[in-house]
């Protein structure tokens, strides 16, 4: 490299070489030369940097186009190595820094390393510089890409799979489409989860339209769209579209998800089935961060899911199977007093002197104070100590109605 650099250079200005040699494209030939060398023996940054030097030298418009090729390629394999490397940051900066110096010729290129970079900046909460990199990879698109694209647009079809149908080309082209889109989805969504900033529902729903079923980014294209319903309070919207992203890619963070919003919709028996099937799995996974990131409400912990179960067959009025869940929240030491408290009046209405009898014991310790862990002999701890009251005051106005109320108060 610093034969070419040096030497070789040097050699066109000599003064017996311009008397004796034709040197007219000597400087491209040298460039040419360089590069090859590069390509052959040198890394892709420093091949991408040489390249990006000898552009701005050489004038043949020819050999330009192919340096900029050179440049752009290597350019975007140091950015997929970095990336690969789980070098995230790394490969922003590295890109951002260079990227304004980089050639203007990527008509042909490979876009994937704009597109991986956009969600990388997505996922990192950089929701304006990854709008802008998926910007640039639109800008991008290949003429023949843009002319099929376009060409739908142009036609008064308004239905996605219609603009994309048979004439929009081969699948590849449809799938190089749908992760173009739904770069742009992404974009715009992480830029409303991290800054709540006036983001378009819609014009985020229209791009994931052009996201296809076979494309590698159905599942999270269904997770978006999902959290947008719920946000919207369009719940059995929402659960349509969580209902095809568990069976994509079923984990604890959608099964939780999807139990909550069983819940709300009012399907107990569905989301009690899926707190049972979380509860087996829970502690051995956790929603990943990919479904963190995108907004999905965090996998409960092991007490949470035991509170939600209880609290399901109190709602349906199973009472023996409430008092049972309880108990093991309780005997576990989750859920504080109110799961304390909710097990002693699962057992009043239960019915029965011997589960009145317990219920009263349980109440009065409660009401006199006691902690639950003060009532298995342990520390006390950090208490939310207005949380404590409020039970508190719930035990001792029920051991006062308790002798007024019947079994089935």
Excluded: C
């Excluded at 050699?11 to 004796?20: D, K, M, S």
């Excluded at 694209?149 to 929009?168: A, I, S, V, W, Y």
């Excluded at 079923?213 to 978006?224: G, L, N, Q, R, T």
Aim: overall charge positive; glycine content about 8%; proline content about 3%.
């Amino acid at each position: 490299s610093r034969f070419f650099s040096d030497e070789a250079q040097k050699f066109a200005t000599r003064p017996e070489t311009i008397r004796e040699v034709l040197t007219t494209n000597y400087e491209d030939l040298r460039a040419l030369s360089r590069i090859r060398t590069l390509v052959a023996m040198g890394s892709p940054d420093e091949t991408a940097s040489v390249a990006m030097q000898e552009f701005h030298k050489i004038k043949n418009p020819l050999f330009k186009k192919t340096l900029a090729s050179v440049a752009n390629e290597n350019f975007r394999k140091s950015v997929l190595r970095l990336l690969e490397n789980g070098k995230k940051y790394e490969a922003l900066r590295f890109y951002t820094s260079r990227d304004p110096l980089m050639p203007l010729y990527r008509e042909g290129g490979s876009l994937d390393y704009l597109l991986s970079l956009s969600r990388v900046a997505s996922e990192l909460g950089l929701g304006t510089l990854a709008q802008k990199i998926a910007k640039s990879a639109e800008a991008a698109k290949t003429p023949s890409l843009n002319k099929k694209l376009n060409g739908r647009l142009t036609e008064g079809k308004t239905n996605p799979r219609e603009q994309m149908g048979e004439d929009m080309g081969d699948t590849e082209s449809q799938l190089i489409v749908s992760e173009q889109k739904f770069t742009e989805a992404k974009a715009l969504w992480m830029t409303y989860q991290y800054s709540a900033s006036n983001v378009n529902f819609d014009q985020i729903r229209e791009l994931l339209s052009f996201v296809q079923d076979e494309s590698a980014f159905v599942y999270e294209k269904e997770i978006i769209l999902g959290l947008m319903d719920q946000r919207e309070n369009k719940i059995q919207s929402a659960l349509g579209h969580v209902v095809r992203a568990q069976l994509l890619k079923g984990n604890p963070g959608t099964t939780a998800w999807l139990a909550s919003l069983y819940r709300t919709s009012g399907n107990l028996n569905g989301a009690f089935g899926l707190y049972i099937q979380l509860e087996k799995t829970i502690g051995f996974k956790d929603v990943s961060q990919l479904e963190g990131t995108l907004g999905i409400p965090s996998v409960p912990e092991v007490g949470g899911v035991l509170m939600a179960e209880a609290e399901i067959q109190e709602r349906q009025e199973k009472w023996g199977g409430a008092a049972l869940t309880y108990s093991r929240a309780v005997e576990k030491g989750w859920g504080g007093s109110q799961a304390v408290y909710k097990y002693a009046k699962s057992l009043i209405k239960l019915g029965g002197s011997i589960q009145r009898g317990k219920a009263k014991v349980i109440l009065q310790k409660l009401a006199e104070g006691q902690s639950q862990d003060q009532m298995k002999g342990q520390s006390k701890g950090q208490l939310n100590v207005e949380s404590e009251e409020f039970w508190k005051k719930l035990a001792f106005e029920t051991l006062i109605n308790m002798p007024r109320r019947g079994k089935n108060e």
